[in-house]
């Protein structure tokens, strides 16, 4: 496909529009936080792969490609953030203690997936992620709800794959204390 | 099985074991280092909890429903990539080689 828009065969382009813009909105969406950064976002990268299309390397995988003009393209639409202040998240604050011992799985955790996840708690979800600071956020979206492998992502982020992986797990254990918080919080959840 | 082997109850090993539950649950740890977490996992309630709503975590971002793009967002985007054809650099997107 990639050859035959670079021959001129523009509408082959629009196909590629088709099948990547709404992956490329949501992503826009749950790094920026708003519709409207979200679809500048996608409009940029677009005209990016348009502008750039003749010089990707067919050794690495078109959607890795198309996710690192994205983020580069979210980092420059960057406002300053809202919702996450910068800092480091250290393992040591999110440490088991010991008053949680004694507690079971908690039902949150037990139930059927689909039973669980409602459109509150999706909402609740993108907050939290949103709450990240922003050195953590794009690894767990791009880990976690792209489903990108710890090596793509490293590529896609410019870091190495054990950077990928230490600032994944404090990212879910942040996530992870986010939603332990609304369980908590809600007795018809938590019973 | 040595539910009273010193090093499970030590928390140096227990945060060690910790850091890795992500690496776990992703299968991205040998087979030795997989043993060592899930015999500390069997005695030790709190990780065991921990790992639960861990794995929970990462399943619900992975069943996250995706938003439906913008109606007018697809057309904006035509009319920009046609402007950029036509030879039009002030699109925004576009920049200066
Ligand atoms: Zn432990």
Not at chain 1, 55 to 69: A, H, P, S
Not at chain 2, 82 to 93: M, Q
Request: proline content about 5%.
């Amino acid at each position: 496909m990639i050859e035959a828009i670079n021959a001129g065969e523009i509408d082959r382009f629009y196909e590629l529009v088709q099948r990547y813009q709404q992956a490329l909105f949501n992503f826009g969406l749950r790094i920026c936080g708003q519709a409207a950064d979200a679809e500048d976002m996608v409009q940029d990268t677009f005209l990016n792969v348009f502008k750039y299309l003749k010089t990707f390397r067919f050794e690495t995988q078109f959607k890795n490609w198309l996710y690192r003009i994205a983020m580069s393209a979210c980092i420059k639409r960057r406002r300053r953030s809202r919702f996450a202040p910068e800092r480091e998240l250290s393992l040591d604050e999110f440490l088991p203690s010991d008053e949680q011992i004694a507690v079971d799985t908690p039902a949150w955790a037990r139930e059927p997936l689909d039973r669980v996840l409602d459109e509150e708690l999706a909402r609740r979800i993108e907050d939290a992620i949103l709450a990240l600071p922003e050195a953590y956020r794009p690894v767990l979206v791009l880990r976690d709800l792209e489903g990108f492998s710890t090596e793509e992502t490293a590529q896609i982020l410019g870091l190495t794959p054990g950077n990928v992986k230490v600032r994944l797990h404090r990212a879910r254990l942040f996530v992870r204390e986010q939603l332990k918080e609304y369980f908590s919080h809600d007795p018809h959840r938590s019973a | 099985m040595t539910p009273t082997d010193p090093p499970e109850h030590d928390p140096a090993h227990c945060r060690q074991m910790f850091a890795h539950l992500s690496e776990y649950l992703d299968r991205e740890l040998d087979e030795a280092a997989c043993r060592q977490i899930e015999r500390h996992l069997e005695h030790c309630d709190a990780c065991r909890a921990c790992c639960a709503t861990l794995a929970r975590t990462v399943a619900l971002c992975r069943e996250m429903p995706a938003h439906a793009v913008p109606e007018a967002m697809s057309a904006r985007l035509r009319e920009a990539i046609e402007k950029l054809r036509s030879g039009d650099r002030t699109v925004s997107g576009a920049r200066p080689d």
